[in-house]
């Protein structure tokens, strides 16, 4: 029955019960609760923000992978595997499309107000981020699934084998919850690394660290080199503008790239120069390429883009601006947990992941997924993670909790040997060995290794710390899963050694065909690399 329950904070300690508990509130969170509640799930859906409006995709325009049946799909999935840097999977690519083009059409019929074309047939291929996850939380409402808003997880409950529920926090009351359910999904989004980029605030990569510390993997974490454009000093990391600009020196001189030409396009084939020049001094821009067609639909597409010039009194398509590259991480890169089925299970009995959660290399391989694959993912997979769940749910639901014990440990449960930690210098000592361009966009081995060094210091500071308490447990946890989250990257990026997609290794430039294949990390106190092929299994057979 349709129930539209209101935002509340739960009582300190109040025990909640659902067969499926999804952790997020981005659209991967939304469709991982539709498709479990379509499956006949009690769904609970903790979010660390209010859903509808946390994440990355709610201040953004979101372009979609929308590929229709037919001929045209194969070709697409061709093409775009060509990008992949090889570690894509296709069936995995054409799973997705189906997949994220049957919930389009859904949402079509639910009556989300897509744009018609010129033929008036509706153009499903965009989805206005706000309107979207606006639109998506009344769905979830309505499908009487309980939403906790600013209700962040601070720790998975289980046992050596399985997951079986998560405990957290009202930010609002203070009060601690509980929710013992049959599966969890966690659709916690990427890790920004502390980076200010648009919807990035809560994304400090909880997700891996709750899956790892129930013994979960995770894979392509040296593919988070992504950066993308940005006025300087703002947090609008919206590279589209660019593609029409022309880059500057302070000095007025325009930018050149290797062969002597002046750089253009900024997030093609001039990134590299432009990301090169950054490392010796400032970079201006100016969007000067763009016609006023152009100009008039860039400013119509992506009105909050030209908030921050319109707030400067820039013109940017006739002043010069300084730029930045913003570090994205996972967001818009491509690592996370590990899968393992075609459902998006984890390797953990009982734990699933879904969108950004997840490593996104079934579909992007080693580049960027942002602009078209990552919004279908979330889609697809947060629908695979739902349905998962709940049949895990229907066959394991377990009404005695008392086995549940709590999984967490850095941040909720430091040994105490050491006082407390500085936790905005320590946010700020993992943010400066990641999100430099010196550290992130081009690697070597003696920098990996120094960070490598600093990180692990700074993980067994976390652990020695006295255990923080109240609501500092979730700054304290974003601290610990963001320390994790470089030193996993670290890890994987020393064990890659070649350039593939966007990791890039100074000291190894060239693609090996010999290491075209995944890499897996594990553990926390000592983390470990093995290499892996694709995971593929039955349910993908037929594509
Ligand atoms: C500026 C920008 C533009 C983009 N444009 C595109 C595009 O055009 N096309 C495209 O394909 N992709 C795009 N992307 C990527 C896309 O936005 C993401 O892939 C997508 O949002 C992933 O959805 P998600 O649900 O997995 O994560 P998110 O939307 O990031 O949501 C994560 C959710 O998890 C919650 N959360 C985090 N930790 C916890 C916790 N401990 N407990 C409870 N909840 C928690 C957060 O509050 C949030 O609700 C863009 C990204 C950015 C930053």
Redesign the pocket.
């Known amino acids: 029955m349709a129930s539209l329950h209101k935002t509340r904070s739960v009582e300190d300690g109040q025990p909640i019960e659902a067969d499926v508990l999804v952790?997020?509130?981005?659209?991967?969170?939304a469709w991982a609760a539709l498709s479990a509640a379509e499956a006949g799930a009690k769904v609970v859906l903790?979010?660390?923000?209010y859903?509808g409006t946390?994440?990355?995709?709610?201040?953004?325009?979101?372009?979609?992978?929308c590929v229709p049946p037919g001929e045209g799909r194969a070709a697409s999935v061709e093409q775009r595997w060509k990008r992949t840097a090889g570690l894509a999977d296709k069936r995995w690519m054409l799973r997705c499309a189906d997949r994220a083009y049957e919930n389009l059409l859904k949402l079509a019929e639910w009556g989300y107000p897509f744009p018609s074309e010129d033929d008036g047939a509706l153009y499903i291929a965009n989805l206005r981020g706000p309107d979207y996850m606006r639109f998506m939380r009344r769905r979830v409402q309505q499908a009487g699934v309980q939403i906790l808003d600013h209700?962040?997880?601070?720790e998975l409950l289980g046992d050596d084998r399985r997951v079986g529920g998560a405990a957290?926090l009202s930010r609002r009351s203070g009060a601690n919850f509980r929710v013992a359910a049959g599966a969890v999904v966690l659709?916690?989004?990427?890790c920004a690394f502390f980076e200010r980029?648009?919807?990035?605030t809560?994304?400090?990569g909880?997700?891996y660290l709750l899956a790892a510390e129930a013994g979960a993997a995770l894979s392509g974490m040296e593919f988070t080199g992504k950066y993308t454009l940005a006025p300087h000093g703002s947090s609008l990391?919206?590279g589209l503008p660019f593609r029409w600009a022309t880059f500057y020196r302070e000095n007025g001189e325009p930018l050149r790239d290797a062969r002597g030409e002046p750089v253009t396009n900024g997030i093609g084939g001039g990134e590299r120069s432009i990301a090169e020049a950054l490392l010796s001094g400032p970079v201006y821009a100016r969007l000067d390429l763009a016609e006023p067609a152009m100009q008039d639909w860039l400013r119509r597409g992506q009105p909050n883009c030209f908030l921050p010039y319109d707030r400067l009194g820039i013109d940017p398509f006739r002043d010069l601006f300084r730029v930045d590259l913003k570090y994205?991480g996972t967001?818009?890169g491509t690592g996370g947990i590990r899968l393992t089925s075609s459902e998006c299970a984890t390797g953990v009995s009982g734990l699933y992941a879904?969108?950004?959660?997840a490593s996104r290399e079934n579909v992007t391989g080693g580049i960027s997924?942002?602009?078209?694959?990552?919004?279908?993912?979330?889609i697809a997979s947060?629908w695979w993670a739902g349905q998962g769940a709940a049949a895990h749910a229907r066959r394991y639901r377990d009404h005695d909790s008392s086995w549940l014990r709590p999984l967490g440990a850095t941040g909720l449960r430091g040994t105490g040997r050491d006082a407390g930690i500085d936790l905005g210098a320590a946010a700020k000592a993992v943010h400066a060995e990641i999100a430099p361009l010196g550290k992130s966009y081009w690697r070597s081995a003696a920098g990996l290794e120094a960070s490598s060094a600093r990180l692990d210091a700074l993980w067994k500071r976390l652990n020695n710390a006295l255990p923080a308490t109240g609501a500092e447990r979730l700054r304290a946890r974003e601290v610990a899963a963001v320390t994790a989250s470089a030193r996993w990257t670290v890890t994987a990026a020393l064990a890659r050694t070649e350039s593939r997609g966007v990791h890039r290794r100074r000291d190894y430039p060239q693609e090996q065909d010999a290491q075209a294949a995944r890499i897996i990390v594990s553990g926390l106190d000592r983390v470990t690399a093995t290499r892996e092929q694709p995971v593929l299994d039955a349910a993908q057979e037929g594509y």
């Open positions: 952790v997020g509130g981005g659209p991967s969170a903790a979010d660390k923000g859903h946390s994440g990355a995709t709610a201040p953004s325009n979101t372009g979609t992978w209700h962040p997880i601070l957290g659709a916690t989004g990427g980029i648009l919807g990035g809560g994304l400090t909880d997700g990391n919206k994205e967001v818009r879904a969108g950004d959660a997924g942002g602009g078209a694959i990552n919004a279908s993912w979330a947060g």
